[in-house]
């Protein structure tokens, strides 16, 4: 069974607040966080003392490697790989969506017109109910209008965190069908 998809918007948070408590003056937290990025390659051999002596070469590149790897990712770009397919998979160009450049003219778009707001491939787009149906989703869910119909800066964490996981529930039981 395929593991869940984390959202991007998360996993990027927790990127952050890794590389805050690297750099915190506590030093429980910033030791706690200089262990975590011994899971990855470039600092596997360093003990934490060392990481820390060498905390202002940590990149926010390796924050991501370091949460993607704690979500069952080899890597960032693989993370970010299944994520990108998780509201736009294969074969699913078929259907119309309404692409747009930036979340704020997604927004836009979506307040003016309806439809779901998702993202894929670095881009949001606006979908209609059909297209949340065949990703194996509900589009009547309560939790669309707790999102605000917006996967990328939705309104409630909670509810968004539950639809990703349904959503790669669904994408999971797709894959096992066509195999």
């Not at 949340?132 to 917006?150: F, K």
Request: charged share 30%; glycine share 6%; net charge negative.
């Amino acid at each position: 069974m395929a593991r869940p998809i984390p959202s991007l918007e998360d996993c990027k948070r927790e990127a952050s607040l890794l590389l805050k408590d690297l750099n915190s003056e506590q030093a429980l937290d910033a030791a706690r966080a200089a262990e975590r990025f011994r899971r990855i390659a470039p600092f596997r051999e360093q003990s934490p003392g060392e990481i820390l002596a060498n905390r202002d070469a940590i990149q926010r590149k390796h924050a991501l490697a370091v949460v993607a790897r704690e979500h069952g990712y080899v890597a960032w770009k693989n993370l970010k790989d299944a994520a990108d397919v998780l509201w736009c998979p294969p074969g699913s160009s078929a259907f119309w969506h309404n692409w747009c450049k930036t979340h704020e003219e997604a927004r836009a778009h979506l307040e003016a017109q309806g439809g779901y707001l998702l993202s894929a491939h670095g881009k949001c787009f606006i979908a209609e109910r059909g297209y949340i149906e065949s990703l194996g989703l509900d589009p009547e869910d309560p939790r669309w209008e707790a999102i605000g119909y917006d996967i990328v800066h939705p309104r409630d964490m909670e509810a968004c965190a539950g639809l990703v996981a349904d959503r790669s529930a669904a994408g999971n039981r797709n894959a096992e069908d066509r195999a």
